[in-house]
């Protein structure tokens, strides 16, 4: 057995993280490189000190997870998202269940609540926001960002729904109070259901085609009929019938 096949053992033993399901190749390197920093010389060794180390373990779920996000992420599909995703849900429901999975640092749930509200008030947006990794979710909660984060939300929007601290921007209480922050593991746990909107993206990209298709067959049991998949821009799917899925636009996909 490879100490690799070890560590994955070790770790699903440990915390219930499947690392099998990760792109092999990808998931070496980043934790290679975690290792070596940290003065290890294999996996065996690193999976022993992770065992005894609460902090190491910390920065190991950090490394393993992509925690890189911002604001309106690819502008233009936000846009989309307002002027017809949106008007097309409400049509049919204006209390809608929203979930951002694999939230990461909570650019990507608080950006829906400003989006969403160009058309209902904030009283009437609930999102819910998960991800793997508590750090990061204890970050989004706080709601404190770097001004590279924001550059491409909307002037009038910055204006209205972030403070500037120093060389900070924070998110303003009425936005947070619209996003209920949850650790979930999209490979494991349960998924809720009837949801009206789900996003997930730029995280696909980091799984093998076995866990991107359970997946994406547990976010179309999710949805309700009629409701949406938004998707990131390197994350289109070739086969959307598969999951019950038609293309609404690009990279929003239909569950019919």
Not at 53 to 66: K, Q, V
Not at 157 to 173: H, R, S
Not at 194 to 216: G, H, P, S
Request: charged share 30%.
């Amino acid at each position: 057995m490879s100490d690799y096949v070890q560590f994955i053992n070790g770790i699903k033993r440990k915390t219930g993280i499947d690392l099998a399901l990760y792109k092999e190749a990808q998931m070496k390197r980043r934790l290679t490189s975690l290792y070596e920093k940290k003065g290890f010389g294999n996996f065996v060794d690193f999976l022993s000190a992770l065992e005894k180390d609460r902090d190491l373990m910390n920065e190991f779920l950090d490394r393993m997870t992509i925690n890189v996000s911002e604001f309106y992420r690819n502008g233009k599909r936000w846009e989309v998202l307002q002027n017809k995703i949106f008007p097309l849900l409400l049509q049919s429901n204006k209390r809608l269940k929203i979930w951002s999975a694999a939230c990461s640092t909570g650019e990507e749930p608080y950006s829906l609540a400003m989006v969403l509200s160009h058309h209902l008030p904030l009283s009437q947006i609930n999102i819910l926001a998960t991800d793997l990794d508590e750090n990061v979710l204890q970050k989004a909660k706080l709601g404190l960002y770097p001004e590279r984060s924001l550059a491409e939300v909307p002037k009038p929007i910055q204006a209205k729904y972030f403070n500037q601290e120093e060389q900070f921007y924070k998110v303003k209480d009425e936005i947070k109070r619209t996003v209920t922050f949850k650790k979930h593991n999209l490979l494991k746990d349960n998924y809720e259901s009837n949801f009206d909107l789900i996003v997930c993206r730029n995280v696909m990209i980091y799984f093998t085609e076995e866990a991107k298709d359970q997946i994406y067959a547990n976010f179309s049991k999710s949805l309700r009929s009629g409701g949406i998949l938004f998707v990131g821009s390197t994350e289109q799917i070739f086969n959307p019938a598969r999951y019950d899925f038609e293309v609404e636009d690009t990279f929003f996909y239909r569950k019919k």
